[in-house]
């Protein structure tokens, strides 16, 4: 993690407006020699509202136009569909053209875990990577399976529109972004699969940055990421993923076909068979919510560091996640005091209410707060509101209070503020 | 079902992968309950079972009860629904048998209605759980990979979901957020009812010694087998396990491998304050491996009294009716220890106060099992003390001489009104302010069977709670400081609470309270500053946290070895 060479003198973001999704341009300008740009993630899952570009195309040719027609390196920080959709497609070919050097990505990537991971039925004996890898796939096999019983669940009383809405969501987020997967692979001469501590050799690329890599925690560092490795929680994956007979039909062949039915639902049964269908959905809601925090704890966290300025930007990644570099790393206490250092923030998880650690992250930033705007913590907000979470319970994304305590204690730059006349890219100059 | 004293029905001994021998049919058993005249479903006045499955939208005809208690093929187990119906109907009765037995009176389901209703195949989701506000225990099932697994076919799951129906009934405020001994408390007591239920078979028990047989190279072949193949370690590492082993975790959906898992965590008596054990869903565990010990002592302190001479062999059949005995001795202690718990904020070392209390006053003479010895070290080796701090464990016996001018004693026993007015005579002695909100949320009058001489033991059964909702700027009236970052505008219950036992003569035996907290009370205010706390740090003043579906998410949560932190999120 030695820097080489003179460091960038500007350093500008390009925050692309993809409604739900993440999409990130970081350019380092140096005062000799040509720029060097790092895409960071490139992903939707649902189009803004407003200020909205065409096309995942549109995107990737303004990327091209920033980073003037070369990537040195891209990061997807894991392979849920909001991160990595425009690697696919015409846009990629575009991206792909871009000629990145280096493609990063986390440990749980790595294509020969993939490889062997395709039989999910079978749990890789002594090896518990293996056994991680083979857990995704199951993951990616439970979101098609949720998501084959939405035309069911959406023409069944009891089930609201706003429950089939949520599963909808978070089944397409979670499904196996194949192509996507594979274009990253095919991309770049060299590729990082990176965990907390990897050195991800861009010293050479990126002359004066320090890229250090805080998370995912490899399964030997955290007992939480191998815990959901155990052979208990590999079981409930396959489960899940298996579903059971999971009908995708309006109505599907009865569990006991010989057995008899009843003629008419007796009186008893009327008040509860809503309810059933209702718990039913809510049931596979939460399997896919908790199938959607495994996936975000697979998430890369880099931290950038040009002279004293520091660039964080942890993708989606969970309490989980994020616990072994802040609590259990041995150079825990050094990383929370680097931290608390950080000038720019990419806001975990499109805001939501368990990414951003209260208390042993964003309560340590000392820029936040700050009364000089010049000097405050600026905060990166990529998102779209009503689109994951309800508010009746307090999960709604962005999460209200999170929303208001960036708003008041740093420079937010939310790309829900984009509009038609103001345009879908944010810029931010970052002060060094 | 009708027609004599005791309803019989026969249900899968523990899951339809432990068979009756090696190659033999599924192992089932027969559990009984206080016969009741029942409509085909079955429906009772207690259970309606209702066949419905929201994967297939199939609604399957109601079971008729005739042939209850008849042998049936593994092929009928497995695939007809109507089976299915039964073993729920039996498993379910026969729980609440057990705990109106323990509690010696009726007791109620935590909702208000009389009827559970009971759904045997609700969908294809790999889960089982109580909804009180569905009113309802909801079995889910599953595919396999090499057929379907049906989880009203677990004993265990059932009795589980069964006992946390029941435990709502009999104390409701142990659901609401207070401590990580409280949040743990409804599943590790669960899964203690759930596992002395099944070893309080005599079937499972003696397939329990036929495993542990097995694995002894010494074991003769015929009845007998060696006491030094069924030593704790042998059956917790070898047969218990073994069982576990034959489930197979995929047929866990429940969480109930976690059951299996916690009868070989490790004694340590520091284990409480790891940081692994402050997740509710694990902390359980702790609870349910210190009364797993204890059972296993026993047994095998009985098995060597049981095996004279040096060959040390004992008839099998007889160590398996020790041992279903033992189990069922010890399931009597810990649900008659409900009676004996405060009414709110109850912490492990209460229950453990509880236990050892409740089977003093009705079996004075342990000398023949020396379960509360067994059950103090026990406990004590996980770090579980008895609340009471007294040598026995027991809580100490009330010296308050109630007055009881103008109550009446008839009514006073069942009565809240009556127990209301006997209460607020008597509230300076009881300590209890009278600025807070009070009322009695319960009052029953029991007897319970003593088991060896024979002579009922009747009690009078109360709790009274009290409420003050105050904002955190007065905190400081009831002796309690702000949690750090918490708004002097945030609105705090406070709540406390007390069990009165009354004997037959309406005498206070037992006061056994969790007060709220006041400046004169250093003690209590202590452990209200803990909980106030904890309850900062993990969210539940946050506006928008909410516990519905709390049984079905910590299931899965069990299932999935998710975690989980109030204090970082937003």
Sequence with gaps: MTTIGPAPTEVTIFLYNVGFGDCLLLRLGYARGRNRSVLIDFGSTRRAKQGAPKSMEAVARKIEEHSAGKLDVVVATHRHRDHISGFAGDSGKIISNLDPEVVVQPWTEQPDLAVDATDSTVPAAGSSRLQFAARLESLHAAAAQVLEQLPRLAGTPGVTASLVRQLEFLGQTNLKNA??????????TRHAYASFGSDLGLADLLPGVEVEVLGPPSLAQSPEIRSMASTNS?????????????????????????????????????????????????????????????????????????????????????????RYALQRAPNAEDIRSRLSQTRVYKVGHHGSLNATPRTLLWNGFVRAGLPDPAQQLITLLSTRASTHGDSDQGTEVPRDRLVEELKTRSRLVNTQDCTAESG????VVVPL | MAGSQTGQVRVVAQDPSVRDGADGPILTGLVSFPAEETRDGPSGHRVQVIDYDATTQTMYAPARTGTATAQRSDEDIIGDPAFHALNVYGLVMSTLGRFEFALGRRVAWGFPGHQLKVVPHAFAVANAYYSPDSQALLFGYFDNGRGTTFTCLSHDIVVHETAHALLDGLRGRFLKPSSPDQAAFHEGFADIVALLSVFSMKEAVRRLIDHAARDTSDSPPGEFVPTSALRPRQLMNSALFALAEEMAPRADPGGIGALRRSVRLRPNPKCLDLLEFRDSHRRGEVLVAAMCRAFLEVWTRRLDALAPGSSKLVDRGRAAEEGAGIADQLLTLAIRALDYTPPVHLLFGDFLSAALTADTEVRPNDDRYQLRATLLRCFASYGILPASGTADGCWQRSDKQLRRTGVRFGS???DPTEMFRLIWANRTRLKLPVTAYSWVSDVRPCLRMEPEDGLPVR??????????????????????????????????????????????????????????????????????????????????????????????????????AAASSRQEVW
């Excluded at chain 1, 998430?299 to 930007?313: A, K």
């Excluded at chain 2, 400081?476 to 219950?493: F, N, T």
């Excluded at chain 2, 250093?522 to 946290?545: M, N, V, W």
Aim: hydrophobic share 40%; net charge neutral.
């Design chain 1, 234 to 322: 590999d079981e409930f994956w396959h489960l899940a993923a298996t579903g059971g007979q999971a009908p995708s039909r309006q109505r599907a062949e009865p569990l006991f076909p010989d057995a008899r039915q009843a003629r008419k639902i007796p009186q008893e049964a009327r008040w509860l068979i809503p309810r059933i269908d209702k718990m039913q959905a809510e049931e596979l809601l939460s399997l896919v919510r908790i199938l959607d925090g495994v996936m975000n704890n697979t998430s890369l966290i880099l931290l950038f560091t040009i002279g004293d300025t520091r660039l964080l930007f942890p993708g989606d990644a969970q309490l989980e996640n994020w």
């Design chain 1, 179 to 188: 192509e996507a997967v594979r274009a990253l692979q095919a991309m770049g």
């Design chain 2, 459 to 560: 009690e009078t059964v109360a709790t009274c709670i009290q409420h003050v909702q105050i904002t955190a700027d007065q905190l400081g009236e009831y002796g309690l400081r702000k949690p750090a970052g918490m708004a002097g505008d945030v609105e705090v219950s406070l709540e406390g609470g007390s069990t009165l036992v009354l004997d037959e003569y309406g005498m206070l035996k037992f006061e056994i309270s969790n007060r709220l907290p006041r400046p004169t009370d250093p003690s209590a205010c202590a452990r209200a500053q803990t909980r106030l706390d904890y309850l900062h740090e993990s969210g539940a003043f946050t506006k928008g946290i909410t516990f519905r579906n709390r049984f079905a998410n910590v299931h899965r949560l069990r299932a999935s």
């Design chain 2, 412 to 414: 006073v026993q069942s």
């Design chain 1, 424 to 427: 879908w890219w944010r810029e």
